[in-house]
């Protein structure tokens, strides 16, 4: 079965500093891969998302993956946090699903930003 | 932003009584999703809808029905609310395969 998993439900940085937030996948069929963030109490906004083109994916805010086949891994970075990206951030993936979309979420990190 | 809205964006309710929850979209989209939201488990889908009367069952389907009468709405039904489904409720919507889903504001659920 496929799963999602986030390592870490709370990753906390110094404003400035670099953004890691850790995806891990399980599949036998290749993957894809998004990254959203939530913002309190609003639904979740697609931040970017590996689709087989490029392993090296750039999003909105900065934000940046890389999809890695060898260490089943799509981990979320940023060399530079702001404050207004203190959020819940999901990893989630597609897998094998045609063309229902279905998502496979992982548990969610939050982020702080300390000033 | 995506025309999704859903309604109610918080209820309270009884165990026993039915709930439904609508999701309504401007944007035409062919795919609709229902997820539910726990802490520690993030969002798990619940139901899904690829068109007007197809719908079909997620990971945590039981105790949750669905129906689909129109391309614009989704409904999904809570037939006796039980305690377990306290949650936050999102609906979803894709033009289908890896587009990207997008997600309405929520339906914060108390069930006492």
């Known amino acids: 079965a496929q799963s999602v998993t986030q390592l870490g439900s709370h990753v906390s940085v110094s404003e400035g500093a670099l953004v890691l937030l850790r995806c891990n996948y399980s599949s036998s069929v290749p993957p894809y891969l998004f990254w959203y963030v939530q913002y309190p109490n609003q639904g979740l906004q697609l931040l970017l998302k590996?689709?087989?083109?490029?392993?090296l994916v750039k999003g909105i805010n900065g934000f940046e993956a890389e999809f890695k086949k060898s260490e089943t891994s799509f981990h979320l970075t940023k060399p530079s946090a702001h404050m207004s990206d203190a959020a819940e951030y999901f990893c989630a993936g597609s897998f094998g699903s045609s063309n229902t979309g279905k998502l496979i979420f992982g548990q969610g990190t939050t982020l702080q930003v300390k000033p | 932003d995506a025309g999704i809205t859903q309604s109610p964006r918080h209820k309270v309710t009884e165990t026993g009584t039915p709930v439904t929850l609508r999701c309504h979209q401007t944007?035409?989209?062919?795919?609709m999703y229902w997820y539910r939201q726990d802490p520690g488990h993030g969002l798990r889908l619940i139901h899904y809808?690829?068109?007007?009367?197809?719908?079909d069952k997620g990971e945590v389907s039981d105790g949750y029905s669905v129906s689909r009468s129109k391309t614009e709405d989704f409904l999904l039904t809570l037939e006796s609310a039980t305690s377990s489904q306290t949650s936050v409720y999102f609906c979803?919507?894709?033009?289908?395969?890896?587009?990207?889903?997008?997600f309405g504001p929520g339906t914060r659920l108390l069930v006492l």
């Open positions: 590996y689709t087989s083109a490029a392993t």
């Open positions: 809808s690829y068109g007007v009367k197809d719908t």
């Open positions: 979803a919507i894709s033009t289908g395969g890896v587009e990207t889903q997008y």
């Open positions: 944007e035409n989209h062919r795919y």
